[in-house]
């Protein structure tokens, strides 16, 4: 029954049943991604469908259509019997044909609602860290934009460890959660959507050089803000820097979509 100091109509919205579709998704993508970071290493055993629902608060058969899922994307291995059950498997590439086919189920709205909400939590991080800072955050945090790692894979990586450690410069550990749950969202399909598109061919025959640079660039743009003790300009710095990431995925989410159609 409702609570009488709440209108109906409130009541009903704030009870109503989560989508069976969306809950397969957010499992899926979930376990998909911690896949394709190494949070889950090659050959681990998942825990049985059953616990996997307990964890999740989802029904059994939620998870198994995760699960299917997950075998298409080739990112489980589902063995029979005795000794069997669901095991990871590592991609050779590092993840990158399940973050395309992520983006290609996945609609531009709600990619653009995400990235809105990464820019906002990334420009506070890096407003407060320029409050905050001391001498060996700022080293720190040059060091890590000193980095330029050479393979994709390692690019990606070394993006979520630079913005991660912009957050533990704020010293707000909420903030900092929401820094990894939006790494999680919406992170690897950033800096996946950039090195894809400066692989590409240009009208000259030659792949952008530029998307490396761009990120070199931004990231130390970011960590001089900090040192100057400038919130507004850090905070733009990053915002401007997510943005910029977020133009490359829609380029590659048309891509992408259109090759699926083809």
């Not at 992170?187 to 009208?203: H, I, N």
């Amino acid at each position: 029954m409702a609570h009488r100091s709440m209108p109906l109509g409130p009541y009903a919205a704030v009870f109503a049943p989560l989508p069976a579709a969306g809950r397969a998704e957010t499992v899926r993508r979930r376990l998909g991604e911690a896949i394709a970071l190494g949070m889950l290493p090659d050959g681990s055993l998942l825990p049985p469908e059953s616990d996997l629902a307990d964890r999740f608060g989802v029904a059994t058969v939620t998870v198994r259509e995760a699960l299917g899922t997950l075998r298409e994307d080739g990112l489980i291995l589902t063995r029979r019997g005795r000794g069997g059950g669901s095991f990871v498997r590592a991609p050779q590439d590092g993840g990158r044909a399940a973050l395309l086919a992520r983006l290609s189920r996945v609609g531009l709205g709600e990619l653009r609602d995400l990235a809105d909400h990464y820019c906002a939590i990334s420009g506070h991080c890096a407003a407060l860290a320029a409050e905050r800072a001391d001498p060996d955050d700022i080293a720190r945090l040059r060091r890590l934009a000193d980095v330029r790692p050479d393979e994709p894979h390692g690019i990606r990586r070394h993006e979520g460890t630079f913005h991660l450690e912009v957050a533990a410069t704020a010293q707000s550990a909420r903030l900092t959660r929401e820094e990894m749950v939006l790494q999680r969202e919406i992170g690897p399909v950033l800096w996946l959507a950039d090195l894809e598109l400066a692989q590409l061919p240009r009208p000259g025959g030659c792949a952008d050089a530029s998307a490396g640079r761009r990120t070199f660039d931004a990231h130390h743009a970011i960590v001089e803000a900090v040192a100057m003790g400038n919130p507004g300009t850090a905070r733009a710095r990053a915002e401007d820097h997510v943005r910029e990431l977020f133009d490359a995925v829609k380029t590659l989410h048309r891509i992408t979509r259109r090759r699926r159609n083809r």
